[in-house]
C-alpha cells in the first residue's frame, strides 16, 4: 500500500486538507505509477491491490474520488464502484484496457464520472482527476477562504414538493424525505436548477457535467436524465419539470415563483 500525507502547509502555516484520492489497481506498477504521480502533484493518495482491500480501507478512511481497475481478479470495479456509491458521496473514474463501448456505457449507467481506457497518459489522467474533483460535493475548499464573520448564503431551489439543497447537494421530497441520489444525478440536476426555463442541447449537459467527448456522450447524458426523471417525475414518460425537446436536448420547466 502507497499512502502519501493527508495536510499541506498553507498559507502562514495553515494547513489544508488535500484531496484524498483511492486507486484500485491490480497491476502494480502502474498502481505504484498512478500514486506517485498524484501525489507529486500535491493529493492524498492510497493504492490499493484489490477490491476487498478498498472495502476495507472504506472501513476507516473517507475519500473523495476513486480511480477503480474494471477487470480485477475477485470482485470487479464495477461492482465496486456501485457499493461505494451506497457508502459516501465520491467521484469515481473507471480505467479498463478493453475501451469498448458496452463497458463505458455500463460504467455510465452506475454513475462513473469519467472512464479512461489503458494505457493511458498521466497528466491525462491528473486533468480528468481534477475536473471530477471539482464536482464532488465532500470536497469543498471555499470554507478555508471564507473570510471571518461573513454570513453564507444557502443555494436552495423549490419546485412542487421538492426541494433541492444546492450546498450540501440533497433533495427533498413530499413530507420532506431525502430523495436518495447518485453524484451524477444531482450532477445534472444542479445544471437544470441553475439554467431553468431554456433549451440545454446534450452537448451543453455535457460540458456542464465535465463529460468528455466520445461517441457514446449523447447515450450517457440521456441515461442520467431518465434516471433523474424516475425521481422526481409522478409520471416519468409524460414528465412535468423535465422535458424533452425532441431532436434538441431538454428543457427543466420551473415556475417563476419558484425559490
Same mark, same amino acid.
Given at each position: 500500500?502507497?499512502?502519501?500525507?493527508?495536510?499541506?502547509?498553507?498559507?502562514?502555516?495553515?494547513?489544508?486538507?488535500?484531496?484524498?484520492?483511492?486507486?484500485?489497481?491490480?497491476?502494480?506498477?502502474?498502481?505504484?505509477?498512478?500514486?506517485?504521480?498524484?501525489?507529486?502533484?500535491?493529493?492524498?493518495?492510497?493504492?490499493?491491490?484489490?477490491?476487498?482491500?478498498?472495502?476495507?480501507? /472504506?472501513?476507516?478512511? &473517507?475519500?473523495?474520488?476513486?480511480?477503480?481497475?474494471?477487470?480485477?481478479?475477485?470482485?470487479?470495479?464495477?461492482?465496486?464502484?456501485?457499493?461505494?456509491?451506497?457508502?459516501?458521496?465520491?467521484?469515481?473514474?473507471?480505467?479498463?484496457?478493453?475501451?469498448?463501448?458496452?463497458?463505458?456505457? /455500463?460504467?455510465?449507467?452506475?454513475?462513473?464520472?469519467?472512464?479512461?481506457?489503458?494505457?493511458?497518459?498521466?497528466?491525462?489522467?491528473?486533468?480528468?482527476?481534477?475536473?471530477?474533483?471539482?464536482?464532488?460535493?465532500?470536497?469543498?475548499?471555499?470554507?478555508?477562504?471564507?473570510?471571518?464573520?461573513?454570513?453564507?448564503?444557502?443555494?436552495?431551489?423549490? &419546485?412542487?414538493?421538492?426541494?433541492?439543497?444546492?450546498?450540501?447537494?440533497?433533495?427533498?421530497?413530499?413530507?420532506?424525505?431525502?430523495?436518495?441520489?447518485?453524484?451524477?444525478?444531482?450532477? /445534472?440536476?444542479?445544471?437544470?436548477?441553475?439554467?431553468? $426555463?431554456?433549451?440545454?442541447?446534450?452537448?451543453?449537459?455535457?460540458?456542464?457535467?465535465?463529460?468528455?467527448?466520445?461517441?457514446?456522450?449523447?447515450?450517457?447524458?440521456?441515461?442520467? /436524465?431518465?434516471?433523474?426523471?424516475?425521481?422526481?417525475?409522478?409520471?416519468?414518460? $409524460?414528465?412535468?419539470?423535465?422535458?424533452?425537446?425532441?431532436?434538441?436536448?431538454?428543457?427543466?420547466?420551473?415556475?417563476?415563483?419558484? $425559490?
Amino acid at each position: 500500500m502507497f499512502l502519501c500525507n493527508l495536510l499541506s502547509a498553507g498559507v502562514g502555516g495553515q494547513t489544508v486538507l488535500r484531496a484524498r484520492i483511492a486507486i484500485v489497481e491490480d497491476e502494480p506498477d502502474l498502481r505504484d505509477a498512478v500514486a506517485e504521480y498524484l501525489g507529486a502533484n500535491g493529493y492524498d493518495v492510497t493504492a490499493l491491490e484489490s477490491a476487498q482491500a478498498m472495502r476495507d480501507a /472504506v472501513e476507516t478512511e &473517507f475519500f473523495h474520488l476513486a480511480i477503480l481497475d474494471i477487470a480485477m481478479p475477485g470482485e470487479d470495479g464495477l461492482s465496486l464502484g456501485r457499493w461505494l456509491r451506497s457508502r459516501m458521496p465520491m467521484g469515481i473514474i473507471y480505467a479498463t484496457a478493453a475501451g469498448t463501448a458496452i463497458d463505458r456505457i /455500463v460504467g455510465l449507467e452506475l454513475g462513473a464520472d469519467d472512464y479512461m481506457v489503458k494505457p493511458y497518459e498521466l497528466r491525462e489522467m491528473l486533468a480528468r482527476v481534477r475536473s471530477v474533483l471539482r464536482r464532488v460535493p465532500a470536497y469543498e475548499e471555499a470554507p478555508a477562504l471564507k473570510q471571518a464573520g461573513e454570513e453564507h448564503v444557502r443555494r436552495a431551489v423549490s &419546485f412542487g414538493d421538492f426541494s433541492a439543497d444546492l450546498d450540501s447537494r440533497m433533495l427533498t421530497g413530499p413530507a420532506g424525505h431525502t430523495i436518495d441520489m447518485a453524484k451524477s444525478e444531482f450532477d /445534472v440536476l444542479e445544471v437544470f436548477l441553475t439554467r431553468p $426555463n431554456r433549451l440545454l442541447t446534450r452537448a451543453a449537459l455535457s460540458e456542464a457535467i465535465g463529460l468528455t467527448e466520445e461517441p457514446e456522450t449523447s447515450r450517457a447524458v440521456d441515461i442520467r /436524465v431518465m434516471r433523474l426523471r424516475k425521481k422526481i417525475e409522478t409520471d416519468p414518460a $409524460n414528465p412535468r419539470y423535465l422535458r424533452t425537446v425532441r431532436g434538441e436536448g431538454y428543457i427543466f420547466a420551473l415556475p417563476d415563483d419558484a $425559490n
